[in-house]
């Protein structure tokens, strides 16, 4: 990978120049990071736990027409996938009161809400990405008013299905984080999803317990994260059972 040129490094990730034009490589960190990087640590073995979730939802949606930037997975920490120009907005989607809607509205957490809410929030880290509306959006120009539709389709389109899918591996899908780009082809573009989906990017809770299975346990110092996320792979079928030993991380179905 040091032969490889650098394009883009971010809290979790790093992008480099694909093989092939119009091409990325996207390498996993172990980082891990909250509250815009001013809580951080590693913690061995995120990286490939994230590859391996991320891969196994976007082969997912690729099979159900859902579009993705996902070409193939690598190794244990990169993957392949399509070069795109990122929308600078992060589009959440809302199941259950968590986080930060809990706050501001003085919710109870894990109350569900009436329907699915889904939120836009402008991806600038030295603003803290604030919380924008469709208004701004337009205005400013960062997405055009079709493009919005086709972004709120595809997070709806998303939401039911990772929601169903979770469910049937005993848990709850509270909210998620997704981020989409624009395919160009010539002078035409269209919006497909982009970045990742993992704990790292999703509120998961036990569907009994409650228990939280993603970066909560980090933000909050719960501890216990990459048992969290390998038991969220060992449900999908990723991770067989007893197969992670100390000291040598995740043992990953090829």
Same mark, same amino acid.
């Given at each position: 990978?040091?032969?490889?040129?650098?394009?883009?490094?971010?809290?979790?990730?790093?992008?480099?120049?694909?093989?092939?034009?119009?091409?990325?490589?996207?390498?996993?960190?172990?980082?891990?990071?909250?509250?815009?990087?001013?809580?951080?640590?590693?913690?061995?073995?995120?990286?490939?736990?994230?590859?391996?979730?991320?891969?196994?939802?976007?082969?997912?949606?690729?099979?159900?027409?859902?579009?993705?930037?996902?070409?193939?997975?690598?190794?244990?920490?990169?993957?392949?996938?399509?070069?795109?120009?990122?929308?600078?907005?992060?589009?959440?989607?809302?199941?259950?009161?968590?986080?930060?809607?809990? &706050?501001?509205?003085? *919710?109870?957490? +894990?109350?569900? %809400?009436?329907?699915?809410? $889904? !939120?836009?929030?402008?991806?600038? #880290?030295?603003?803290?990405?604030?919380?924008?509306?469709?208004?701004?959006?337009?205005?400013?120009?960062?997405?055009?008013?079709?493009?919005?539709?086709?972004?709120?389709?595809?997070?709806?389109?998303?939401?039911?299905?990772? &929601?169903?899918?979770? *469910?049937?591996? +005993?848990?709850? %899908?509270?909210?998620?984080? $997704? !981020?989409?780009?624009?395919?160009? #082809?010539?002078?035409?573009?269209?919006?497909?999803?982009?970045?990742?989906?993992?704990?790292?990017?999703?509120?998961?809770?036990?569907?009994?317990?409650?228990?939280?299975?993603?970066?909560?346990?980090?933000?909050?110092?719960?501890?216990?994260?990459?048992?969290?996320?390998?038991?969220?792979?060992?449900?999908?079928? $990723?991770?067989?059972?007893?197969?992670?030993?100390?000291?040598?991380?995740?043992?990953?179905?090829?």
């Amino acid at each position: 990978m040091n032969r490889r040129r650098r394009i883009y490094e971010g809290k979790a990730k790093v992008l480099y120049e694909g093989p092939e034009p119009g091409t990325l490589i996207q390498h996993f960190k172990d980082d891990a990071t909250a509250f815009n990087a001013k809580k951080h640590a590693v913690i061995d073995g995120k990286g490939v736990l994230n590859n391996r979730i991320s891969e196994f939802i976007f082969q997912a949606l690729n099979e159900i027409g859902v579009p993705t930037h996902f070409i193939k997975r690598l190794n244990m920490r990169e993957q392949l996938i399509r070069s795109v120009e990122i929308i600078p907005l992060e589009v959440v989607v809302r199941n259950v009161a968590a986080g930060s809607i809990a &706050t501001r509205l003085g *919710l109870e957490e +894990g109350t569900p %809400l009436p329907r699915s809410i $889904i !939120e836009f929030y402008y991806k600038n #880290d030295e603003l803290n990405d604030p919380m924008v509306s469709e208004e701004h959006i337009s205005a400013f120009g960062w997405a055009s008013p079709q493009e919005l539709d086709e972004m709120m389709m595809l997070a709806m389109r998303i939401n039911d299905f990772l &929601t169903g899918m979770f *469910l049937a591996a +005993g848990i709850k %899908l509270v909210d998620f984080k $997704i !981020e989409m780009g624009r395919l160009w #082809d010539n002078d035409m573009s269209r919006v497909i999803l982009a970045d990742e989906i993992s704990p790292d990017s999703c509120r998961l809770w036990d569907a009994k317990s409650k228990d939280k299975l993603d970066k909560d346990r980090f933000r909050r110092d719960m501890g216990g994260l990459i048992e969290a996320y390998t038991e969220v792979a060992r449900r999908l079928g $990723i991770v067989t059972e007893n197969e992670q030993s100390a000291g040598s991380g995740p043992r990953l179905v090829q």
